[in-house]
């Protein structure tokens, strides 16, 4: 009987390779969250997506009124007022039309108009989470070496 070789076979390992995103600004009309530009989604849904991309910490509320005071050109029934919160502290405000707040954009050019005001509103956000994330990184102490 004739005996078989067993063959010795070598793995072989995949190399790892690590893709590099291109930077991205929020000028242009670029996100550097990687949102669906081309998604049919009202600003409502965006920004709450977006929000959590930045963070989960991040949310937002709408109110139907607005002291008059502070915002004179509020019209009650037709505007809303938008607070964006991280945890249950408020962060930043600001007043949107409730129609182009809640609809869907179906239309190229509605979408398009739509993420530059919410591009506006995020990049603030964003910045000041990064700002934030910054100040809260720490270096190390170092250990001096004692003289002798």
Request: charged share 35%; hydrophobic share 30%; glycine share 4%.
């Amino acid at each position: 009987m004739a005996t078989k070789k067993k063959r010795k076979t070598k793995k072989k390992t995949k190399k790892v390779v690590e893709k590099v995103l291109p930077r991205r600004s929020w000028e242009n009309g670029e996100n550097p969250l990687g949102l669906n530009t081309i998604s049919t989604c009202s600003y409502d849904r965006y920004m709450k997506q977006a929000l959590e991309i930045i963070s989960n910490h991040l949310s937002y509320r709408t109110y139907k009124l607005a002291p008059a005071e502070e915002y004179p050109q509020f019209i009650r029934g037709k505007d809303l007022r938008v607070q964006i919160f991280w945890k249950k502290d408020s962060l930043y405000e600001f007043i949107i039309e409730q129609a182009f707040w809640l609809q869907s954009n179906r239309n190229k050019e509605d979408r398009s108009y739509m993420r530059g005001f919410a591009h506006v509103h995020l990049k603030i956000v964003h910045d000041a989470y990064l700002k934030a994330k910054e100040g809260q990184i720490k270096k190390k102490p170092t250990r001096r070496k004692k003289k002798k």
